[in-house]
C-alpha cells in the first residue's frame, strides 16, 4: 500500500532528524575540544590539537572536584541501595492506605525540585550545626535517589513468587536465611542496576549539589563555574572523555545484551526439546 | 505490620522499618516542614535566633508578593516552562509512537541505546553543548548563513527563546519514555480495528491513542514541566540581561543575600507550583500517582 | 521415623469467615491419608495450619503427641510441596535438594552425597547440576520431593501436587508417590479436588465440604458407603431422587419420590425428620424387560448409549422426563439395547441408600 510506505519513510526520516537533533549537539561539543581555537567551536576549523587535553589533565582544581564527585556518588550508592531495598520490602508486605501513604511520601521527592531539595536538607541539617559540605551533597541526593532504587527494587519484587519463602522457612531456614539465600538474589538484578542508576545520577546531579556543598567543589559544579567565569575548551575535552565513556558503556551493554538473548533462546529452546523427548516414553508405557 | 513480622521476624522487620524510617523522616518530611517553618521566621543574625525578635510572619512571603519584578519572573517561568512541556509532547509524541508500533522490534533496542546516550551524558554537558551552539559565532550561525537561509548571524542567546531551546533538548527524553511506555500498553489490535472500521490515522491517535496514553502524557508533562521550572543551569548558561528565571532569584537569596528565610519562602513557592501542578495533571488525566511513578 | 497427626475441634476464621469449621481426625503414623473436596473446602488450609503458616482460631493439632501452638513452620517436623512447587530458580538441582540440610549447618560433601542418593530414590540419577529451568514437569514434581524429603519429615504435606501435570503423567505420578510413601514410611498427608486421585492413592480418606469433615474412611468405604448426600454425590456417579421418607422400618425405609415409591436402606443418621434424599449408582441398576415382583422399578425409554471402553453408559428417560443413568459392564453379559427400546430400570434396597444432605456434626475420631 503506498500510504503506508510514504508514512513509514516519513517516520524514518522524522527518527533520523531526532537523532541527529539529539546526538549532533554532543559530536559538535566534543569536536571542539579537538579544535585549535580559544573559543570552543568546529568551524572555522583551525587544527587538530591535543593541548586542550593537556590543559585539562594539568588542571589540579578539576581533579579535585572529580575526586569529590566520585566519594559522594559513592557514598549514595552506599546510602540509597539499603534504604531503597529495605523500603521496598517494606511497602511490599503492606496494604491498604497505608501503602498509599507510604508510597507517597517515597514518591515525593523525586516530584521535588532539586533546589528545593537542597535548600531543605541543608537548613534542616544547619539546625543540628552540620555545616554545608560533601556530606550533605550526599544526604540530599539519597532523599530522591533512595526512591530511584525502591522502584526498582519493587518492581522486581513482583515477579517473585512468595511461596518460595515459605518453601524456605518450611525446610527450617531462619529468617535471616532466608532474606539472605532466597530473596536477595532474586532481587540482585534490581540491587545491581539500582547501585548503578544511583551511581550515574548522583554523578550528574546539580541542583541538589549547589546548595549543599558549601565550598566543595564537584564536577558539575566546576563545569557550571568554568562556563560561568571564561571558558576554554577543556571543559569540552571533558565533555568529549565523558560522552565516549558514556559510549563504550553503551556498546559493552549492548553487546552483553544480545549475547544474553542468543544463550536465553537457545537454552528455551533446548528445554522445550527435552520436554517433548519425556512425554513420548510416559505415553508409550501408559497404554 | 503482622504481615511483616510473620513473613521476616522481629528484627529484620525493625531493620527495615529503621532503614525507611531513616529516609522517609530525616531525609524527606522533616527538611520539607523545617522549610516551611523557616519561611515564616525572618533573617536574623545567629545572636538574635529564638530570641524575641525571632517571631513568625509572613513577611518573606509579602517581600516576594510586594515585589512586581519577581512576580513578573515566576509568572514567565510559568509559562515558559508550560511552552516546553508541550513542544516537548509535540516532538516526543511522534517518536514515542512509531518506537512503539511502527518499527521493528530488532531495531528497538538499539535505538533506545542511541536515545539513552545524550540522557546518560549528564545535564550540564547537554545544557553547554547548546551554549556553544547557540553562541553568535557558533555553529548554527555559520550553518545557516552558509546555507543561505540568512544573510546575518541571529542573536540566539536573546530573550527566552534560548532558554527553551536548551530546556526543551535537555528535558524531552523524560517526555519520550513515559510516552513510549504509555503506547506500548496498547493492544495494537485496537488500532487494526479502528482502521479497520475505516478510522483515518489522525482520528485513530485523537480517539484511541491518545486517551489511552494519559498515563504517560501526564507523566511525562509532570516531570519535565518540574525539571524546567526548577531548572537551574540551562536558564543560567543561556540566559541574557533581558530573561530571567525563578530559580535564579532563589540562588541570589540564598547565596548572594545569604537571606536563608526569604530563600526558604521563595523556594517553598517554587514547590507549591509543581505540586499544584502534579495535582492539577492528576484530575485533568484522571491519573494516580502511582501511575506517574515510571 | 514418622508421627501422627492430631486434629481436635480445629477452627479457622478469616474475619467472618469460617474457613474450617471444628474438624476432628487423628492421622495414624506412617498413613498415606487425604482431604478431599472442592476448592474452597478448606482443605488448603488445615494443610497451611499444619505446616504453621496460619494458627488455629480454635482447637489444637499435634504432631507426635506433641502440640504444635505457637511453634513456627521452620520448627516444625513437616515437610510442605506447594501446589507450584516452588523450587529455587536459581539454584541447581541439588542444591535445592540439600537446602534444607545447609540451613542446618551440614556440610557440602555430606549435601551433596545426600542429594544424589535422593536422586536416586527419586529415579533421577545424573541430574544433580541441572538448572531448574532445565526440568520437565514430572522431573521437577520428584525434586521437590526429594527436597521434603532431605529433611526427614515426620510429617510430609502435599498441596495438590498432580493438578498441574498433563493425564497420562499424573497416573505415573500417582503411583511414583505412592512406592515413595511405602517406601519412607512417612506420613503423607494429601490434598486434592480429584477423587480418583484420592481414591487410588490413599489408606483413608477424609471428605470435606464448606469447612467441615463430613466422612473419614478407608476408600471402599467412602464410595460403597458414603456417610451423606455431599460425600455420595462428590465421588462417583449417581441416580438421585428428592422426595419423602413414607416408613421406617429397621434399617430401610419406603421412599417416595415422583418416580416411585422405594424400598431403600437407610443412610446414619437419617429420620423422617431429616431432609434426604435417595441415591442409586448407575452400576448397582440394571435393565430388564420384565421386573421382578416386588422390586424397586421405573419404566424407561433408552435414550442414549455411550461406549466408553470398559464401561457401557446408558441414559434413559421415564414417564416423568427425568433421566437415568445406568452401568453395565463391557463383558457381553447383557446385551446393549438399542436407543428407543421400552425397558424397566431395576435396583435392590441395599444399594439405595437414603442419605442426609449433609452431617450434622462432624464424625468423631472413628473408622
Known amino acids: 500500500m503506498g500510504a503506508r510506505k510514504i508514512s513509514r519513510l516519513l517516520f524514518n526520516i522524522y527518527v533520523a532528524v531526532f537523532l541527529a537533533y539529539m546526538l549532533l549537539p554532543l559530536v559538535i561539543m566534543g569536536g571542539a575540544a579537538l579544535n585549535d581555537s580559544r573559543f570552543p567551536s568546529v568551524y572555522p576549523w583551525v587544527g587538530f590539537t591535543d593541548r586542550w587535553f593537556v590543559e585539562l589533565w594539568e588542571d589540579g582544581r578539576m581533579w579535585v572536584a572529580f575526586r569529590n564527585t566520585i566519594g559522594v556518588a559513592l557514598a549514595v550508592v552506599a546510602m540509597a541501595v539499603p534504604i531503597g531495598t529495605a523500603a521496598a520490602i517494606l511497602i511490599n508486605s503492606v496494604g491498604g492506605t497505608a501503602r498509599s501513604a507510604l508510597y507517597g511520601f517515597m514518591i515525593a521527592p523525586i516530584l521535588t525540585p532539586g533546589a528545593v531539595i537542597g535548600i531543605s536538607t541543608l537548613l534542616f541539617w544547619n539546625k543540628f550545626s552540620v555545616p554545608a559540605g560533601l556530606h550533605l551533597s550526599a544526604i540530599g541526593q539519597t532523599s530522591y535517589i533512595a526512591a530511584f532504587v525502591m522502584l526498582l527494587v519493587l518492581a522486581r519484587l513482583q515477579s517473585f513468587d512468595r511461596a518460595l519463602e515459605e518453601a524456605a522457612l518450611d525446610l527450617g531456614a531462619s529468617h535471616a536465611q532466608v532474606v539472605r539465600r532466597i530473596l536477595l538474589p532474586h532481587l540482585y538484578p534490581a540491587i545491581g542496576a539500582g547501585a548503578a542508576i544511583a551511581f550515574f545520577q548522583s554523578v550528574e546531579n546539580f541542583n541538589t549539589t549547589l546548595f549543599t556543598r558549601g565550598t566543595y567543589d564537584t564536577l558539575t559544579v566546576y563545569v557550571f563555574s568554568r562556563v560561568r567565569s571564561g571558558i576554554t575548551p577543556t571543559i569540552n575535552a571533558l565533555a568529549l572523555i565523558l560522552v565516549t565513556i558514556t559510549i563504550i558503556g553503551a556498546l559493552w551493554y549492548e553487546i552483553a545484551r544480545r549475547r544474553r538473548q542468543a544463550h536465553f533462546d537457545a537454552s528455551a529452546a533446548q528445554a522445550r526439546r527435552e520436554e517433548e523427548a519425556e512425554a513420548l516414553p510416559v505415553a508409550v508405557a501408559a497404554q | ?294 | 521415623m514418622s508421627a501422627g497427626v492430631e486434629l481436635a475441634n480445629v477452627c479457622a476464621d478469616f474475619g467472618n469467615f469460617r474457613a474450617v469449621d471444628r474438624v476432628n481426625v487423628t492421622i495414624k503414623a506412617g498413613e498415606f491419608f487425604s482431604f478431599l473436596g472442592p476448592s474452597g473446602c478448606g482443605k488448603t488450609t488445615i494443610l497451611r495450619m499444619v505446616s504453621g503458616f496460619i494458627d488455629p482460631s480454635e482447637g489444637e493439632i499435634k504432631i507426635g503427641d506433641q502440640p504444635m501452638q505457637g511453634i513456627r513452620p521452620n520448627k516444625r517436623p513437616t515437610a510442605l510441596i506447594f501446589q507450584n512447587l516452588a523450587l529455587f530458580p536459581l539454584m541447581p538441582v541439588w542444591e535445592n535438594i540439600s537446602f534444607g540440610l545447609e540451613v542446618r549447618g551440614v556440610d557440602k560433601k555430606t549435601r551433596r552425597d545426600k542429594a544424589e542418593e535422593l536422586l536416586r530414590l527419586v529415579d533421577l540419577p545424573g541430574a544433580a547440576d541441572k538448572a531448574i529451568s532445565q526440568l520437565s514437569g514430572g522431573q521437577k514434581q520428584r525434586v521437590a520431593i526429594a527436597r521434603a524429603l532431605a529433611v526427614e519429615p515426620k510429617v510430609m504435606l502435599l498441596d495438590e501436587p498432580l493438578s498441574a501435570l498433563d493425564l497420562k503423567l499424573r497416573q505415573h505420578m500417582r503411583a511414583e508417590l505412592r512406592a515413595i510413601q511405602k517406601r519412607t514410611n512417612v506420613t503423607f498427608i494429601y490434598i486434592t479436588h480429584d477423587q480418583g486421585e484420592a481414591l487410588a492413592m490413599s489408606d483413608r480418606v477424609g471428605v470435606m465440604s464448606q469447612g467441615k469433615l463430613q466422612q473419614v474412611a478407608v476408600p471402599q468405604e467412602i464410595y460403597n458407603h458414603p456417610a451423606n448426600g455431599f460425600v455420595a454425590s462428590f465421588v462417583g456417579e449417581n441416580n438421585i431422587f428428592t422426595g419423602q421418607i413414607e416408613s421406617m422400618n429397621g434399617s430401610t425405609a419406603l421412599f417416595r419420590t415422583n418416580s416411585g415409591t422405594f424400598r431403600a436402606s437407610l443412610g446414619p443418621g437419617v429420620t423422617t425428620a431429616t431432609s434426604a434424599k435417595l441415591y442409586v449408582r448407575p452400576e448397582q441398576t440394571r435393565l430388564v424387560e420384565a421386573p421382578p415382583p416386588g422390586a424397586n422399578s421405573i419404566p424407561v425409554e433408552v435414550t442414549d448409549v455411550a461406549f466408553e471402553g470398559n464401561f457401557i453408559n446408558i441414559q434413559a428417560r421415564n414417564g416423568d422426563g427425568r433421566t437415568l443413568v445406568v452401568e453395565t459392564r463391557n463383558d457381553g453379559s447383557t446385551a446393549v439395547p438399542p436407543p428407543g427400546s421400552r425397558l424397566t430400570v431395576v435396583f435392590d434396597a441395599e444399594h439405595a441408600v437414603i442419605l442426609a444432605d449433609e452431617t450434622a456434626a462432624s464424625p468423631g475420631r472413628a473408622a
Open chain 2, 1 to 294: 505490620m503482622s504481615e511483616l513480622l510473620r513473613r521476616y521476624g522481629a528484627p529484620l522487620t525493625a531493620t527495615f522499618a529503621a532503614l525507611t524510617a531513616f529516609w522517609l523522616l530525616a531525609l524527606v518530611v522533616l527538611p520539607y516542614l523545617y522549610l516551611f517553618e523557616n519561611s515564616f521566621r525572618p533573617y536574623l543574625p545567629v545572636v538574635d535566633v529564638g530570641g524575641p525578635k525571632d517571631v513568625y510572619s509572613l513577611d518573606n512571603y509579602l517581600t516576594f508578593f510586594e515585589s512586581p519584578i519577581h512576580i513578573k519572573v515566576f509568572f514567565w517561568t510559568i509559562i515558559y516552562s508550560s511552552i516546553v512541556t508541550v513542544l516537548c509532547f509535540a516532538i516526543a509524541y511522534p517518536l514515542a509512537y512509531y518506537l512503539s508500533k511502527v518499527a521493528k522490534s530488532a531495531v528497538v533496542p538499539t535505538l533506545f541505546l542511541l536515545l539513552l546516550i545524550p540522557l546518560w551524558v549528564s545535564e550540564i554537558l547537554r545544557s553547554f553543548a547548546w551554549f556553544i551552539i547557540l553562541a553568535l559565532k557558533g555553529p548554527l550561525n555559520y550553518g545557516l548563513l552558509g546555507l543561505g537561509i540568512i544573510d546575518q548571524p541571529v542573536r540566539w542567546l536573546s530573550g527566552f527563546r534560548s532558554i527553551i531551546i536548551g530546556l526543551v533538548y535537555t528535558y524531552v527524553l523524560f517526555m519520550l519514555f513515559p510516552l513510549y511506555n504509555a503506547i506500548q500498553s496498547l493492544d495494537t489490535n485496537q488500532i487494526e480495528a479502528a482502521e479497520d472500521l475505516g478510522s483515518p490515522w489522525w482520528r485513530t491517535h485523537w480517539r484511541v491513542i491518545l486517551p489511552h496514553s494519559k498515563p504517560g502524557i501526564a507523566s511525562g508533562a509532570v516531570t519535565v514541566f518540574m525539571l524546567s521550572a526548577g531548572s537551574i543551569l540551562v536558564p543560567t548558561l543561556l540566559a541574557s540581561t533581558t530573561s530571567r528565571w525563578f530559580t535564579e532569584i532563589i540562588q541570589q537569596w540564598m547565596f548572594e543575600s545569604q537571606d536563608w528565610n526569604t530563600g526558604s519562602a521563595y523556594a517553598f513557592l517554587l514547590m507549591l507550583l509543581c505540586t499544584v501542578f502534579v495535582t492539577v495533571m492528576m484530575r485533568v488525566f484522571r491519573v494516580s500517582l502511582a501511575d506517574i511513578a515510571k
